[in-house]
RNA sequence: GGAGAGGUGGCAGAGCGGUUUAAUGCAGCGGUCUUGAAAACCGCAGAAGGUGAUGAAUCUUCCGGGAGUUCGAAUCUCCCCCUCUCCUCCA
């Protein structure tokens, strides 16, 4: 296809050199009435003809919404990289490391949200009155450690190196299919038919297109952004799964981390990257794991991506709580994101990597759950005590 | 929401149907001069894509976006978007 869509490229283009050709002979000439008379016949004969060949190229190109090349290569993900391993499903995934080591409990720990409601700290059923199902509102402490969170996880991120960004949370669609998202989340997003924007579902989405159709100068790399936000997740296909409780809610708050890098330095990136999303597990002293997804679960515009899972008492397992990303040129070849290596040197395409650092309610719900006390009160972690300026959250 | 003004190369800013391969200035790069620098002077300079060897060369497209008029459009027509100023409303 892209051998067809050349070839009428070259002679839409052959025939215009002429026709310009043309063109300029007649700004040239002293009498231009006459001479344009003259060349009229063959100026109209080399109008046919690209007209023709345009037709013929624009059925194939990638501008072209109809194109079948451009849906081949729309509907193309990234391509993996070699240290991914293969697999065939999420049971597949490999841990790679991980810390620290559950809590032998001498009672039955509870779920977040039966613990949130004796606290008077979470209450879904006036979410509920309010937006339906997935909805939560928090309370007194509960409000006051998810805000404990976020300002933790923002002074971290500054210290190791990301400049803070508040960006819009509707973005176009444009941004949207420059991200890839459009195929990744595509049924899952909230949109606003009339001015046709959307409710980003994450931060990546703002925080990668920010220097979208830029050239930046190779000293300017890395760049590493940080954004506190909320997400908006239809969640269609995940209906019955994790209904109650905090994990899957249609709006949630997440700071997200995110860098743009030169090729060669993307993997080091993402494992700094994941390195620093990790250390504020290990700073709430929550045992974690990190798993390197496989290739049947890397998501569609990604090379490589670690998992990190947090443990759930409640649910004697470990859960996602942040997903880190290398997605190499793929979203810079759509956003085109490039960089010069010297001030003379082409245009090349920058490398993006996404991770979150971290998922607030999903800390949240895992600080909850593992500081929860015999007598339903939960323990600060101490890293969070300066800013809610208590060591525990007690039973009202 | 109403009214007006405007969108030109990294920036500023001309051009308003055909020697525009977009003037000029600043910033940038190279050179002359200089022990070195500054100043002055001279020259080169953008992006995307096609053919081609990632060379040389050459062609196409790009003056907010799209469509149109014309042999020929930055320049004329229509639609859209954005920015600024004033009014209105408002956290």
């Not at 404990?148 to 990301?162: D, H, K």
């Not at 249609?250 to 860098?259: D, I, M, R």
């Amino acid at each position: 296809m892209d051998t067809q869509y050349r070839s009428a490229l070259t002679a839409v283009e052959t025939a215009k050199a002429e026709k310009n050709r043309l063109s300029a002979e007649i700004g040239k000439a002293a009498d231009k009435a006459a001479a344009a008379r003259e060349l009229r016949p063959q100026i109209e004969q080399l109008s046919q003809r690209i007209e023709a060949a345009q037709t013929q190229a624009h059925e194939l190109s990638v501008e072209n919404p109809d194109s079948p090349l451009r849906e081949l290569l729309t509907q193309s993900p990234n391509v993996l990289d070699d240290s991914v391993p293969d697999g065939k499903d999420e049971s597949d995934n490999i841990v790679v490391r991980g810390a620290g080591t559950p809590r032998e409990f001498d009672f039955e720990p509870l779920p977040h949200w039966e613990l949130g409601e004796r606290l008077g700290i979470l209450d879904f059923e006036r979410a509920a009155k309010l937006s339906g199902s997935r909805f939560s509102v928090l309370r007194g402490d509960g409000a006051r450690l998810s805000r404990a969170i976020v300002q933790f996880f923002l002074e971290r991120a500054q210290r190791s190196g990301y400049v803070e960004v508040a960006p819009p949370l509707l973005v176009s669609r444009q941004t949207m299919w420059n991200t890839g998202q459009l195929t990744k989340f595509a049924d899952a997003m909230f949109q606003d038919q009339g001015a046709d924007l959307f409710m980003i579902p994450t931060a990546e989405v703002p925080l990668t297109a920010l220097h979208g159709d830029e050239i930046l100068n190779a000293e300017d790399l890395p760049l590493q952004y940080a954004a506190y936000t909320p997400c908006f997740r239809k969640e269609a296909g995940a209906a019955g799964k994790d209904t109650r409780g905090l994990v899957r809610q249609h709006q949630f708050e997440k700071v997200e981390l995110v860098w743009l890098t030169a090729p060669e330095q993307s993997f080091d990136a993402l494992e700094q990257l994941t390195r620093h999303a990790e250390s504020l597990l290990a700073a709430l002293e929550l045992p974690y794991r990190v798993v390197s997804l496989c290739s049947a679960d890397v998501g569609f515009n990604a090379a490589k991506t670690y998992d990190l899972e947090v443990w759930l008492p409640s649910a004697s397992t470990y859960r996602e709580i942040s997903s880190c990303s290398n997605c190499t040129d793929f979203q810079a070849r759509r956003s085109a994101i490039r960089f010069r290596r010297e001030p003379k040197s082409k245009p090349e395409l920058v490398h993006t990597l996404n991770g979150s650092g971290l998922a607030v309610g999903r800390t949240l719900l895992a600080v909850m759950e593992n500081y929860q006390q015999a007598d339903g009160s939960i323990r600060v972690p101490a890293v969070l005590q300066k800013y809610l300026g208590t060591d525990v959250i007690p039973r009202s």
